[in-house]
């Protein structure tokens, strides 16, 4: 073979090698559309989602939680202002990049100054701003100032036990406060790490069994704000919520000299009933009913169960079909959970249903 048909056949081979690579080329970029307008399509739907009524931690209600997001902010003002700086440096090299056969090269000694104002005293100052910042904020946090009321948390597989030691009361899954006063929360764990959590309140707070932490909880204004256990601790993380309701003084001190009432016996033959049933079935093993001979303490104190918004930890609205629902299916409702399903003949059901509804 002639050396001048070698020649076209490297030539022939060159373009076809070229003609592949720039559908490679296109086929890349089609692929990093499609990923692109994925990437913006989930942006826009979490976005979506912070602005729906969950609760936010950048709405904030009470001083520890506006620490938080003014820190916030502040991270996603700077981070906002270097993502523009790359974005526009990404935009200068592209439009002024080297063509392939170009030997020019510029000297190192202008690169130097770019890496190193860029790379090192621009990361130096910025993080210290930061951590300058954060260490203010998380002292602020921790300076204790005297509290207005002590209320005790208690963390369980999966609910909350909320004590308060000056009267007395015992109750679960909702912590009523007066609202603009400084409540001190000492949370503990019985079982494994929980977290404590009120996006609008307060940011994370770990409850280890056998360490107590404190800190404290502010409400600027009354109102419901939902909590949440922010630490995996089994199967029905999920479903470890809690709501703390901050009221006025007057409300607050009528809530609380209610809930330090024992049972009130009642006149009503189905609820007398039914609190015959719950001494006799299983439910008197785990619960108290303040002034009846149920006195366990493994499950939420009941005593006023029904004046609580939700049952189960915020898995269940408070009807009284949920509280039958909640005893007969409790594990298909929350699985996992300590409390067993319970069988019930219908008549006993409904009277237990009716002294559970009682319980305000
Ligand atoms: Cu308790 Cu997650």
Redesign the pocket.
Known sequence: MLPGGVGEMGLAFRKRVRARSVRGRVRCGRRLQRRLLWLLTSATALVAAACSNSPSSLDPKGPSASRIADLWWIMAGIAGVIFLLVVALLTYALLHRRQPDETHFPGPASGHVFILAGGVVLPVVVLSVLMTLTIKSLKDETASHPADLAVQVI?H??WWEVRYPQSGVVTANEIHVPAGRRVQISGDAAD?I??FWVPQLIGKYDLIPGQTHTFTVEADRPGVYRGQ??????LQ?AN?AFVIVAESDADFAAWLSRQAQPLVASADPAVQRGLQVFLGSSCAACHTVRGTAATATSGPDLTHVASRSRIGAGTLETTPGNFARWVTETQSVKPGVNMPSTDLDPTALDALVAFLVSLK
């Open positions: 963390a597989d999966w494994v929980h977290s256990c922010a630490e995996y601790c089994g993380h470890m």
